[in-house]
DNA sequence: ATCGGCTCGCGCAA
DNA sequence: TGCGCGAAGCCGAT
């Protein structure tokens, strides 16, 4: 691995450790951040220190979310200390601590590694810790196969980017070799460290400084080991149905590994090669799931990184921008507020159903979520309500919100990496998708009765 | 049940 | 410059 892009200083200079900060891929396998850490810190002949932090002053910082990080935390410690490295996991628990363990600790380190990531918090902090800490800072791509940097520049939709990581994939679809410390940590665990216990997690998370009213999953436990019983289970149950029923929910086909994807519990290139060798082995053609876990996940990194914005209306391409223009002002015979949107309250039986999906679960089935998003733009006043309250709901339910993923969905649904349709009241040339059509090509009724059923 | 048209623009072949 | 075709569709004609 190359050691490349020193965004402050040079490495070289004194420090007792190399610190990896675990921003966005909250794990220790298959992860190449991590991995060039431990190269940085056997280069210099210095133990790993492994950081992993949990913020109330996050916006929109809940029980739900809190419980699933913290659900992870035991198991990376167990499998940083068995590696050799240190760990640290601080919980902030008031909105007013300041981030003052991650400069305490970089300020003994000769190198802060962390995760580039394009998106929400993770961007913010990226932009602006280098210059606060004295040390270098180094952000490194562990969540996507074909690192965002090898493609290089904003593509136009699937059909531009597929070729272009079919030619790298070869180059990057192995595995993160295992990381070997030369040398391991055997200082004194920094003092700020909160201890975490199956036992002590609901009881760290009713004395934090956030907002109580939203629940945990009632579907998803985070963590390493329930991303990794989930693979197991897809690999066995599902991967060979994939194809015909990823878009029937009522058939639940899909992996169901989105919301450990996005914390990090597991990696994009884990589960490529897994779901690889379990194809191979049992000559089952993966396409369509290799397709959607890598082309269109990286389609959306590659948007979030080098787009405009990956949550602003501005950031859609020019027709799509356009068509919304010239119907701003068109009348919408129907219109919720976001209290009707975010209480299920609407008149459309199946639209009910997935935001009680959202609610309970923390999730969306991916073909539902488009049509959620549609009806939305359908039932606002005007486009900007329709994204402010479709990112409202994402970030404070969803378990796999707030990631260049589900921006890229929600955008989506207003004409981005799509193209234009036959112009409509609202809508314009963007894609309309209705009721009917779901009836037509999914068992609306049997994904409704499943939702009511799981209350 | 199936089919074509709708409508824009990227990237490639020529 | 022309042409094919695209992230998940709709609608009306047959």
């Known amino acids: 691995m190359r050691i490349e892009r020193s965004l402050s200083g040079n490495p070289g200079s004194t420090g007792?450790?190399?610190?990896?900060?675990?921003?966005?891929?909250r794990?220790?396998?298959?992860?190449?951040?991590?991995?060039?850490a431990a190269e940085l810190a056997n280069q210099r002949g210095l133990p790993l220190l492994i950081y992993e932090a949990l913020t109330c002053?996050?916006?929109c910082a809940n029980d739900r979310f809190h419980t699933f990080i913290l659900e992870g935390v035991p198991e990376n410690q167990r499998r940083a200390e068995a590696l050799g490295a240190g760990y640290v996991f601080y919980l902030r628990k008031s909105r007013r601590d300041e981030d003052e363990v991650l400069y305490k600790l970089a300020s003994k380190a000769m190198a802060v590694v962390t995760d580039e990531y394009p998106a929400y918090i993770p961007r913010e902090y990226n932009a602006s810790v280098p210059a606060k800490i004295g040390v270098p800072y180094y952000p490194v791509d562990a969540s996507c196969i074909v690192p965002m940097d090898a493609i290089g520049k904003q593509e136009?939709?699937?059909?531009?980017?597929?070729?272009?990581?079919?030619?790298?994939l070869d180059d990057h679809l192995k595995p993160v070799p295992r990381v070997r410390l030369k040398t391991k940590f055997t200082a004194r665990r920094p003092a700020l460290h909160t201890s975490v216990t199956p036992d002590n997690?609901?009881?760290?998370?009713?004395a934090s400084e956030i907002d109580h009213s939203v629940p945990p999953s009632k579907e998803f436990a985070g963590g390493r080991r329930e991303a990794e019983r989930r693979l197991r289970f897809f690999l066995k149950e599902n991967l060979r149905r994939y194809a015909k029923f990823s878009r029937e929910p009522s058939e639940r086909a899909t992996s169901q590994l989105s919301p450990y994807l996005h914390f990090g519990h597991i990696s994009a290139l884990e589960i490529a090669l897994a779901v690889r060798e379990y194809a191979t082995e049992h000559k089952i053609i993966a396409d369509e799931f290799l397709e959607e876990l890598i082309v269109r996940r990286e389609l959306a990194f590659n948007f979030?990184?080098?787009?405009?914005?990956?949550?602003?209306?501005?950031?859609?391409?020019?027709w799509a921008r356009k068509t919304l223009a010239k119907h701003a002002r068109d009348e919408r015979p129907v219109v919720y507020s976001r209290e009707q949107f975010e209480t299920a309250s609407t008149y459309d039986p199946l639209w009910n159903a997935t935001q009680k999906e959202l609610l309970r679960n923390g999730v969306i089935h991916g073909y539902y979520r488009m049509y959620w998003g549609k009806k939305i733009i359908e039932w606002s006043r005007t486009h900007q309500d329709a994204l402010d309250t479709m990112i409202y709901l994402h970030d404070r339910y969803a378990i796999d919100g707030r990631d260049p993923n589900t921006y890229t969905n929600i955008l989506w649904c207003f004409g981005l990496h799509d193209r234009p349709w036959t112009e409509r009241p609202i809508f314009g040339m963007i894609r309309y998708m209705s009721l009917d059509g779901m009836r037509r090509k999914t068992d609306v009724d049997a994904y409704i009765a499943a939702q009511e059923d799981a209350r």
């Open 16 to 25: 007792e450790y190399v610190l990896y900060w675990a921003l966005a891929n």
């Open 27 to 36: 794990r220790i396998e298959s992860n190449r951040a991590l991995a060039f």
């Open 57 to 59: 002053s996050h916006p």
């Open 156 to 168: 136009y939709g699937a059909h531009t980017i597929r070729p272009k990581i079919h030619r790298l």
């Open 201 to 206: 997690i609901a009881k760290l998370v009713a």
């Open 304 to 318: 979030a990184r080098y787009g405009p914005k990956p949550d602003s209306l501005d950031a859609l391409p020019e």
